[in-house]
């Protein structure tokens, strides 16, 4: 493993010997990718991840999407490649089929039965694997190749055999059968629409133990923010500041996600205002909200998780005295709804809780109206994605772009679509990016 501080690469005796220190600065090791069971994780691994989700030190970001960021990275390293997976098929197949042509002296039609139960044993244990949630969606889009290729390996060779080499009816029978079986399975998988979750390679716990450790070895992690700190002593504004007014503003269902956008300026850079439904930040909420309400034109953006809570954010604004009730003002949903996730298919991270199923069951009627069955179905089965799994760039760039494409929002270029006409204009923005 080399050293972040100087490069040098210890192997493990080297930093054994040196109480896990680098032999050349003494620099100590935050990580023993050795005693760390399954989860392996290295110093130049860990610092690699930290400049990514940064974007090389100029972003900031939330411990929790350091988390996400790391189960994703860690689930991606783990894929098992696709020839490594073949070439164990291949093995095992010669390896039975010698030991059973010697044990059998030859008898073909058993050695046909050893190798058809032989291949349904590997076949069923690489469709399990391709629709389980302990790997990554790429891991399991690998092993339902996997199954295609051994069909047609099937097919192939068996055909072949069963036709000019043993004559056999049988051996033919069976081999058509199993490869047609097995390329069924890899396709339906491929194709398959259902929206798979995914389990956490490691707990939160463990995490937080990690970075503690990180940051007493190396030092603060400077662009990680810490939880969103109440501060209710109001903040005092020139009163000509406060005639004025902001065209848009941001409100996030979570104060880690307006303290996000904050912290990375983008209020500044896309003159919007940044509000949690929370009322984050508390010392210019009473005022902000005074001055937005003197704007007629201002056009309110809805950024939330994919959960029950999340996709109440909009009708909170809208029935809320605190927020605006009895307005006229076009809110947009920017997301995330289960209709972009189910429209996207991939590169979410989709999780479930019995909590989330119950909490989902019990939305209100006037939610519930604005949803097709199908995205009840995925709330109501305790599904849910939050925006802390996307890194701060790409909920950035989402953000920017939903505004960008609601400036004129009667055209059909913004993507967005009417959720509601019942005179209170609710926008959803279609694609999450």
């Not at 790429?138 to 192939?156: C, D, E, H, M, T």
């Not at 809780?353 to 069955?373: C, G, M, Y």
């Not at 609601?406 to 019942?422: K, P, V």
Request: proline share 3%; net charge positive.
């Amino acid at each position: 493993m080399k050293c972040i501080q100087c490069g040098t690469d210890n192997k493990l005796k080297d930093r054994t010997v040196n109480q896990g220190r680098c032999i050349k600065c003494n620099h100590p090791f935050a990580f023993e990718p050795t005693s760390m069971g399954k989860v392996k994780i290295t110093d130049p691994m860990f610092a690699k991840v930290l400049s990514d989700i940064s974007a090389n030190n100029t972003l900031f970001f939330t411990q929790k999407q350091l988390f996400y960021f790391f189960n994703s990275r860690l689930g991606t390293k783990s894929v098992t490649s696709i020839f490594s997976l073949l070439l164990g098929y291949l093995f095992f197949s010669l390896i039975i089929g010698f030991t059973s042509a010697n044990f059998t002296s030859g008898n073909q039609e058993i050695i046909a039965l050893v190798l058809f139960i032989f291949n349904s044993f590997y076949i069923f244990n690489i469709f399990k694997t391709s629709d389980s949630s302990k790997l990554s969606p790429k891991n399991r889009r690998a092993n339902a190749r996997v199954l295609q290729i051994i069909g047609i390996l099937i097919l192939s060779g068996g055909i072949y055999t069963s036709i000019l080499v043993i004559t056999s009816f049988y051996a033919f029978t069976l081999s058509v059968l199993m490869g047609m079986v097995s390329i069924y399975l890899g396709t339906q998988q491929l194709q398959n629409p259902k929206l798979s979750t995914q389990e956490l390679l490691f707990s939160e716990n463990d995490f937080t133990n990690w970075v503690n450790r990180w940051q007493q070895i190396n030092g603060l992690i400077t662009k990680i923010l810490p939880s969103p700190r109440e501060d209710n002593t109001l903040a005092t504004f020139n009163p000509d500041v406060t005639a004025y007014s902001f065209d848009r503003l941001v409100v996030c269902d979570r104060a880690t996600i307006a303290q996000l956008l904050i912290a990375n300026n983008f209020h500044f850079e896309n003159n919007c205002a940044i509000l949690s439904i929370t009322g984050y930040p508390q010392r210019i909420f009473e005022t902000m909200m005074q001055m937005l309400h003197r704007n007629p034109d201002l056009k309110v953006y809805a950024f939330h998780d994919c959960s029950p809570q999340g996709i109440g954010l909009v009708h909170h604004l809208r029935t809320s005295p605190k927020w605006f009730q009895d307005s006229n003002i076009v809110i947009i949903d920017i997301g995330l709804t289960p209709r972009q996730i189910i429209a996207a298919k991939r590169g979410m991270f989709i999780q479930s809780s019995p909590e989330s199923a119950q909490t989902a069951k019990k939305l209100v009627t006037e939610i519930r109206q604005n949803l097709s069955a199908e995205e009840i179905q995925f709330l109501e089965s305790g599904k849910f994605v939050e925006l802390e799994s996307f890194t701060p760039q790409r909920l950035i760039q989402v953000l920017q772009k939903s505004i960008a494409g609601s400036q004129n929002i009667e055209s059909d270029d913004g993507g967005l679509f009417l959720a509601s006409d019942t005179g209170n204009d609710m926008y959803v923005v279609q694609s999450f990016g």
